[in-house]
C-alpha cells in the first residue's frame, strides 16, 4: 500500500474544549510495543466499536489503538452531538428497503445500548443526555418531510410525538419553527467527551496511543505498521476506521465525497438570557432539509447552530473558510433567538462529514490482514461505531444475520476523478443551500 500523503487535522475549537477528559493522559509513546494481535488505526467510534469488541472477543490478546491528533479533536468529536437511533431522513435518498431500515433501528438501539452499558459500567461521567431530537421545519413546505418520517416510524412501531405552535415554541425556547417531529430515543451528548470518556474504560490489554499518526499499512502473514516516527509494527490483523482517510492508505479509491460543515457555541447564557429559556430542557434539532441549520440548546446553557457546507476536496478545512462561515452561523443563531442575540460565539470550527454518494457504508477487506470500515451519511455516530464493532466479529469468524446484513449494504458507489467530482459536489451544495432558504 502507499504512504500516507495527507492526515486529519483540527481546525477551530468544539466540543474537546468543553470535556472533562481534555486532559485525560493515554499511554505514553514510548510504551509502543513492536508487535501486537491487532492494531486499530483511527481511534473515532468505529475505532472504538472495534476495539471494545475485540477486547471483549479475545480478553488475552494485544491489541493498539492509534489516532493521528487528539483523540476528540477529529470528525468523531465535531458533529453535532446527535446519536440517532431510528434511520435517519429514511430510505438512503431511495436507496434502502422499510426491512433495512428496519434493521438500522436494531442495530442501532443495540450499539447505543453498549455504549451506555460500558458509561454505567464503569461509573464515569460524560455529557450523555437521552432526551431526544426534533425535526423541525420552519417552512410549510418542508412538512412533507415530516409526513414522510411519520408514517415510516408507524409502520416501525417506534413511538413519536409532532407539536406546532405555542407548545412547540414552550419547549424550543424559540419561535421561529413552524412544525416539528419529536423521537424520543436519540442521545444528545458532547461527542468528544463521550468518545475520549469510552476510550479511557477500555480493559487493559488495550492500548490508546494519540498524536501518533500511521504512515503506512503493508500486508503480509503479519501486517506491517509504520508509524510517522518511522518505527515499525507488526500485528495479525490490522483495522482502519479513519474514514476518508482510508482512501490515503490505498485500501479503496474514489470512495468518499467529505463535506464540511461549520459550528459554533455560544458563551454560556447568564441568569438574565435564561430567562427566555424558562422550563425548557436541553434539546436538538434537526432542519427540514438536509442542507438547514442544526441547532442544539445544550445542559450547560449554550446555543449551538452547524450549517454552512463545502466539498472537502483536501480532506480538510482553514480558518480562512471557518471565518468566511461565521456570517451565516450568526444570521442562523439570531434569526431563531432575537431576545438574546447580543450574546457572542466563544467557540468556531469545521469539521467532515464522512459522505459517499450513495450514502452506503464501507467494510471491506483489501487482504486476509487489512480491513477497513466507515459510516457513508451523515448521521454516522452510531452506524460508525457498530460498522466497527461488527468487523471485530468479521475478523474472529463469528456468522450473524446482522453482520451479513451490513456486509451486503456497505456498498459505496464510486466517484468521478478529480476535479469533476469537486466541480460537482460545489455546485450540487450550492444548489442545496439555495433551497433550503429559511431553515438554515
Known amino acids: 500500500m502507499r504512504e500516507v500523503k495527507r492526515f486529519p487535522t483540527t481546525t477551530g475549537q468544539s466540543w474537546l474544549e468543553m470535556s472533562s477528559f481534555k486532559d485525560h493522559l493515554f499511554k505514553s509513546h514510548d510504551k509502543i510495543a513492536n508487535e501486537y494481535d491487532y492494531i486499530i488505526v483511527g481511534a473515532g467510534y468505529g475505532g472504538y466499536g472495534c476495539a471494545s469488541r475485540l477486547a471483549e472477543l479475545q480478553p488475552d490478546a494485544r491489541i493498539a489503538v492509534f489516532e493521528a491528533i487528539k483523540i476528540g479533536n477529529g470528525d468523531s468529536g465535531k458533529n453535532a452531538g446527535f446519536i440517532i437511533d431510528v434511520p435517519h431522513n429514511f430510505g438512503d435518498q431511495g436507496n434502502s428497503t422499510f426491512d433495512d431500515n428496519f434493521m438500522y433501528y436494531k442495530l442501532n438501539t443495540y450499539i447505543i445500548g453498549r455504549m451506555k452499558k460500558a458509561i454505567e459500567?464503569?461509573?464515569?461521567?460524560?455529557?450523555?443526555?437521552?432526551?431526544?431530537?426534533?425535526?423541525?421545519?420552519?417552512?410549510?413546505?418542508?412538512?412533507?418531510?415530516?409526513?414522510?418520517?411519520?408514517?415510516?416510524?408507524?409502520?416501525?412501531?417506534?413511538?413519536?410525538?409532532?407539536?406546532?405552535?405555542?407548545?412547540?415554541?414552550?419547549?424550543?425556547?424559540?419561535?421561529?419553527?413552524?412544525?416539528?417531529?419529536?423521537?424520543?430515543?436519540?442521545?444528545?451528548?458532547?461527542?468528544?467527551?463521550?468518545?475520549?470518556?469510552?476510550?479511557?474504560?477500555?480493559?487493559?490489554?488495550?492500548?490508546?496511543?494519540?498524536?501518533?499518526?500511521?504512515?503506512?499499512?503493508?500486508?503480509?502473514?503479519?501486517?506491517?505498521?509504520?508509524?510517522?516516527?518511522?518505527?515499525?509494527?507488526?500485528?495479525?490483523?490490522?483495522?482502519?476506521?479513519?474514514?476518508?482517510?482510508?482512501?490515503?492508505?490505498?485500501?479503496?479509491?474514489?470512495?468518499?465525497?467529505?463535506?464540511?460543515?461549520?459550528?459554533?457555541?455560544?458563551?454560556?447564557?447568564?441568569?438574565d438570557e435564561m430567562i427566555y429559556f424558562k422550563d425548557v430542557k436541553p434539546w436538538g434539532c434537526t432542519a427540514g432539509h438536509p442542507a438547514g441549520t442544526t441547532v442544539r440548546f445544550t445542559r450547560d446553557n449554550r446555543i449551538f447552530v452547524r450549517n454552512g457546507f463545502s466539498y472537502g476536496t483536501h480532506r480538510t478545512t482553514s480558518f480562512q473558510r471557518i471565518r468566511r462561515a461565521i456570517p451565516k452561523l450568526r444570521r442562523a443563531f439570531e434569526n431563531r433567538f432575537p431576545e438574546i442575540k447580543h450574546v457572542n460565539f466563544e467557540f468556531i470550527y469545521g469539521g467532515m462529514i464522512n459522505m459517499t454518494m450513495n450514502f452506503r457504508p464501507l467494510m471491506v477487506q483489501k487482504h486476509p490482514s487489512v480491513y477497513a470500515s466507515a459510516s457513508g451519511e451523515g448521521a454516522g455516530v452510531a452506524k460508525t461505531c457498530l460498522m466497527g464493532h461488527y468487523v471485530a466479529e468479521w475478523i474472529n469468524g463469528i456468522d450473524s444475520e446482522e453482520l451479513r446484513f451490513l456486509r451486503r449494504i456497505a456498498t459505496p458507489s464510486h466517484l468521478p476523478p478529480e476535479p469533476l467530482v469537486t466541480i460537482g459536489a460545489t455546485v450540487r451544495l450550492m444548489w442545496e443551500e439555495f433551497n433550503a432558504k429559511t431553515e438554515i
Open 121 to 271: 459500567d464503569s461509573g464515569i461521567s460524560v455529557d450523555w443526555d437521552p432526551c431526544g431530537k426534533y425535526l423541525c421545519c420552519a417552512e410549510t413546505k418542508s412538512f412533507k418531510l415530516i409526513d414522510v418520517e411519520a408514517e415510516e416510524l408507524q409502520h416501525m412501531n417506534v413511538n413519536y410525538e409532532i407539536y406546532e405552535g405555542e407548545e412547540l415554541a414552550k419547549r424550543l425556547g424559540t419561535r421561529y419553527y413552524k412544525k416539528a417531529l419529536y423521537t424520543p430515543g436519540t442521545l444528545l451528548v458532547n461527542p468528544a467527551d463521550v468518545l475520549r470518556g469510552l476510550f479511557t474504560v477500555l480493559p487493559e490489554n488495550v492500548d490508546v496511543f494519540e498524536d501518533c499518526p500511521v504512515m503506512r499499512i503493508e500486508e503480509g502473514a503479519r501486517a506491517r505498521v509504520t508509524l510517522l516516527n518511522g518505527k515499525q509494527l507488526s500485528a495479525k490483523s490490522v483495522v482502519v476506521t479513519g474514514g476518508p482517510f482510508i482512501e490515503e492508505f490505498g485500501i479503496v479509491k474514489n470512495t468518499f465525497c467529505p463535506v464540511l460543515s461549520y459550528g459554533a457555541f455560544t458563551r454560556q447564557l447568564n441568569d
